[in-house]
């Protein structure tokens, strides 16, 4: 798949099939966020691979499902939950250690979705309740946890309506995201 096919391909999937995730996917995924390139070259993030059946059932309700949804509407059934999740642990907070999470977060996804899995990225978790279920040590943060696993949904790019930003969600649980158009968002000078 092309790079420009594989970003558009890239989004937030909240539906997932009880398919694992192979290990050697995994390790891809892995393997491409080591070699991506961070701030300073600090490289001051870890990886956190919660796989346990029993963390795994645990992390579904530490992190928020499509907060833009009404009702919980966008939260998965029992049986569409992902197989896994990815924590991004940051060791030290400031400087560029946000900016190296989103490229860290960005490089699992697109890794994810170019192998034929799909991802979802949370920033609205339970921090203190992630360390906890992970026995984290204090200096450890975990900034970004990613649902990992085969796509049981869809995610579509559609125009942006009245600069309306919410996605909606169809009665499939197939997911509409839009976007800006280009020249809304680009001044060239």
Not at 84 to 107: E, F, M, P, R, S
Not at 116 to 128: E, M, Q, T, V, Y
Request: proline share 5%; glycine share 4%; with cysteine.
């Amino acid at each position: 798949m092309n790079l420009n096919a594989l970003y558009r391909k890239a989004r937030s999937i909240r539906r997932f099939t009880k398919e694992p995730v192979s290990d050697e996917a995994l390790k891809t995924i892995l393997e491409n966020c080591r070699i991506a390139s961070c701030g300073r070259n600090a490289q001051t993030l870890t990886y956190v691979v919660v796989k346990s059946p029993e963390k795994v059932s645990a992390m579904h309700h530490l992190v928020k499902w499509a907060a833009a949804l009404p009702d919980g509407k966008g939260t998965p059934a029992d049986d569409q939950y992902p197989p896994l999740y990815l924590v991004i642990i940051q060791h030290q907070k400031g400087g560029l250690t946000d900016i190296d999470a989103g490229i860290a977060a960005n490089t699992i996804m697109t890794s994810a979705t170019d192998l034929g899995l799909a991802s979802c990225i949370f920033a609205s978790h339970n921090p203190a309740k992630v360390s906890e279920l992970l026995a984290l040590k204090e200096e450890e943060n975990p900034r970004l946890v990613i649902a990992l696993g085969h796509p049981a949904c869809e995610s579509t790019i559609v125009d942006m309506q009245d600069n309306n930003i919410n996605y909606t969600m169809d009665d499939h649980a197939h997911f509409y995201v839009p976007k800006r158009a280009l020249k809304d968002i680009v001044e060239i000078k």
